[in-house]
């Protein structure tokens, strides 16, 4: 695999971080390098620590949603299960709608996802950045950001290779799944008065 350089430190010394593949990474899953408290996510080839631990407005507006989707008969609901967006990265969003067959024993890919949910308190700046871009660049063609501080729903969708061409800011009123618009929330589900 490539390195990459980085700079820390006062002095600017450059230090190379040796960067995995998605395989390599699943497979240090798979054997129990890491231990369920090690909250860390593959981000191009780099191993990184996720944003802060969920809190409980993080938990309750994804229970609302999970719940709003419960009932689906069209897809496939998964919460907090693995990605592999691309070759290089591997992350848990919160939520996904994928085909109703679609087999999960097979993994999860960038193509198999309709709609894609991260829910967003701490993280939102890498949420709409480098996660958003990612996403985009690997085809998911519906993603959402449920902004918990700002209570919205950032609708991302036109991917692109560069990002999403178009975002829309929701802030009272329902979202439907672009390819399942049965899977629909509204705003005050998710942040009730």
Not at 12 to 39: C, K, N, W
Not at 61 to 88: I, M, P, R, W
Request: net charge negative; with cysteine; charged share 25%.
């Amino acid at each position: 695999m490539s390195s990459v350089s980085v700079h820390l430190g006062q002095d600017q010394t450059p230090l190379r971080l040796h960067r995995i593949s998605a395989d390599r990474y699943l497979r240090m899953v798979d054997t129990g390098v890491f231990e369920s408290e090690d909250r860390v996510e593959l981000i191009e080839g780099v191993i990184v620590d996720m944003m802060s631990p969920s809190g409980w407005s993080h938990l309750s507006v994804l229970h609302a949603v999970a719940k709003a989707f419960g009932s689906l008969e069209a897809a496939e609901v998964c919460v907090q299960y693995t990605l592999q967006v691309n070759d290089e990265t591997v992350v848990d969003p919160d939520l996904m709608l994928l085909p109703r067959d679609h087999r999960i024993a097979d993994g999860i890919f960038a193509n198999d996802v309709l709609l894609l949910v991260e829910v967003a308190d701490t993280s939102l700046p890498f949420d709409r950045g480098p996660k958003a871009e990612r996403y985009a660049a690997a085809g998911i063609p519906d993603y959402w950001i449920v902004d918990v501080a700002a209570k919205q729903i950032l609708v991302l969708r036109d991917p692109t290779e560069r990002g999403y061409a178009s975002i829309h800011t929701i802030t009272a009123g329902e979202v439907r799944a672009l390819n399942v618009p049965v899977a629909k929330v509204t705003v005050s589900e998710l942040f009730p008065s």
